[in-house]
């Protein structure tokens, strides 16, 4: 739990995988391209949503690592994407379908308990996201689906992908706080525990169907103490963090 | 009216004087501190209000001709305040209450239109501020007053102030739009002016009240023909951008 002596101000979420099911969303739109283009197009949705995903660490550390410049989620995808439709065999969409399919990323669904808890925790904190995904492509999603952020933070502002110490520390600052009012809500350890060397709090939020069904027996949670909360999903979060709600 | 062959996508606002009522709200906390520490602090809070207002852009523009490194609107208002708080004879002020003093900015109303206007706009367009407040300001001001923004953009995300380019180029960049797809809205011309200079669409909104009654009669609205809209409220604004009222 927080200690009583530090008052946590805003929280700072992960959106891809804590905040929406990419996974799910992905398929869909991937399955609506099939019905769009009359069976022209047949792929195995989920391999290809988790194969697109395979590729995106190791195409954040390509800029992270300053193998090339910078650049948005949306061009990352697309180059991954490139790759994927060849690899799985997918010819003759236009360029306005490929990119329509690109921008999967921006129109995925919150997990069902996102929206009621973060608008439990709306009154009491200022609610963000802090995502790689850019500040575009959030406030499309945010606006497609509803979701009552504050604000829009992003990797994008710092330059910097997560967990570069950048990403964390320039959406402090934009917050105007000390990074120990800010704490980082993700169902990653790796997104947490950088969160943490860079001075925020931490939550984890479990997500055990992120990857899918079958993956989801095998996916562990934490204890308890490895972070300042372990929760099992946002309404969870939303009761540990002292933000009862008001019906 | 809008050019129909380039589709405006997003709409970005002035705030001060062009959504929120800056001088009424300075004059209501001021009246507040008063009556809180009971009689010993006298005021004329309209002229004090103009006072400050009157230091605005001269503050600004030690920033923007580089006299002093970037700092924000909190620290450019309470260099104003000490000063103004000694020319209007006001002692014996806590640190604390002319630190709450100093951040009325993040708690003024919205002209009564603003919010019926922004929530008809908020369906066809992506929504925004773009002040020269920072984003913590302007974040605390929505929240508290219940403004709908998609995102909170600030000239702080570029360091510089507006009029400078760069304020409006940078929220552009972070909107991943063509400058010519974003329109600026705001009370003020030469905000306008600047934000046409770097290639964004403008409307201007009639705030006739932003310096008070006395001042309201002499305040004059430009010619029609002066921006691509020119409009009397922000529901005549969501009029004339074709964003129907869905009731």
Redesign the interface.
Known sequence: MTAPDVEVKALVFDVFGTVVDWRSGVIREGEKLGRATDGNVEVDWASFADAWREEYQPSLGRVRQGEIPWR?L?ALHRESLEGLLDRFGVEGLTDAEIEHLNRSWHRLDPWPDAIPGLSRLKPHY?ISPLSNG???L??NM??RAGIP????LSA??SGHYKPDEEAYLTAVD????EPDRVMMVAAHEGDLDASREAGLRTAYVHRPLEYGPEAAESAEKPDDSAYDIVADDFVDLAERLDAPSIV
């Open positions: 948005n949306d200022v850019h500040v575009r959030l406030t945010a606006k952020w504050d604000l829009i994008e502002l934009i917050l105007d706080l």
